[in-house]
């Protein structure tokens, strides 16, 4: 489908090449609160090869997580640690996460948290959960022998 000659997009925000980790790990801080908090959440990396989504979502190979280059994702468990472990201070309870990171390029879906990283699921059905998920609250969106973690306290 061609575009319209005077087509306008919206953006909630565009980061330039010289913006920081640290700045883009701020932007979707209040997401990862608002899993912690209990909500389904969902972040999304959009872009053309070579773009750079790779590298927001995880940094450089091998980057220790206190690193600034460390992206998204290494610092994301880094807060949910930090946060678990001042809710353990102020309410001993038991906490209970699931994680998951998937990558879809070319209708393949890749695992970021097993540890053969490049095993590949080709075309594997995205479902809605309804009973029979892994998954503790049986909502969302999984696919076939989707891989979780799942931490306890």
């Known amino acids: ?14 980061f330039g090449n010289q913006t920081t980790q640290q ?9 990862i609160q608002a899993a912690l908090d209990g909500e389904n959440v969902c972040i999304f990396a959009y872009g053309s090869t070579g773009s ?15 690193s600034d280059h460390a992206g998204i994702l290494p610092r994301t468990a880094l807060y949910i640690h930090t ?16 994680l998951s990171a998937i990558e879809i390029y070319c209708e393949n879906i890749r695992e970021l948290f097993k540890e053969d990283k490049l095993e590949k699921r ?3 059905p995205i479902k809605t959960a309804r009973g029979n998920s892994k998954r503790a609250d049986n909502a969302g ?11 306890h306290t």
């Open 52 to 66: 750079g989504k790779t590298h927001t979502m995880e940094g450089p190979d091998n980057i220790d997580f206190l």
């Open 83 to 98: 946060e678990i472990q001042r809710l353990l201070k102020q309410f001993k309870n038991t906490i209970r996460i699931q």
């Open 141 to 151: 969106f999984f696919f076939q022998d989707q891989h979780w973690i799942e931490l």
């Open 23 to 31: 700045e883009v790990f701020e932007e979707v801080k209040n997401f």
């Open 122 to 124: 080709s075309k594997s």
């Open 1 to 14: 489908m061609p575009l319209k000659e005077n087509q306008n997009f919206f953006f909630d925000r565009v």
